[in-house]
Nanobody, 116 residues
């Protein structure tokens, strides 16, 4: 069983940056792939980025490619999402996800609001 706690959200102007963190407690963090998803009001939850267990493989949604960077520190049981050049359409609740099928865990989310 894992517990995921996101932090780092907030209000930022367009063009600004934020870094989200997801602290994970539980066993064998390094055996899980990690991901970030987001959900805007009235929309489905969507994929943002994912990183494999050792951090050597990442994948991004086209909408954030070149602006967002996912990283992990297995010594600290933490995954990060560096978000640069933020746009109003990035406004959403951002969720951290840990998955190693069939196990799948989610955090409670952190709000990111980008003003124009």
């Amino acid at each position: 069983q894992l517990q995921l706690v996101e932090s780092g959200g907030g209000l930022v102007q367009a063009g600004g940056s934020l870094r989200l963190s997801c602290a994970v407690s539980g066993r064998r963090f390094s055996s899980y792939a990690m991901g970030w998803f987001r959900q805007a009001p009235g929309r489905e939850r969507e994929f943002v980025a994912t990183i494999n267990w050792n951090g050597r493989s990442t994948r991004y949604a086209d909408s954030v490619k070149g602006r967002f960077t996912i990283a992990r520190d297995n010594a600290k049981n933490t995954v990060y999402l560096q978000m640069n050049s933020l746009k109003p359409e990035d406004t959403a609740v951002y969720y951290c996800n840990a998955f190693a099928p069939p196990r799948d865990y989610w955090g409670q989310g952190t709000q990111v609001t980008v003003s124009s």
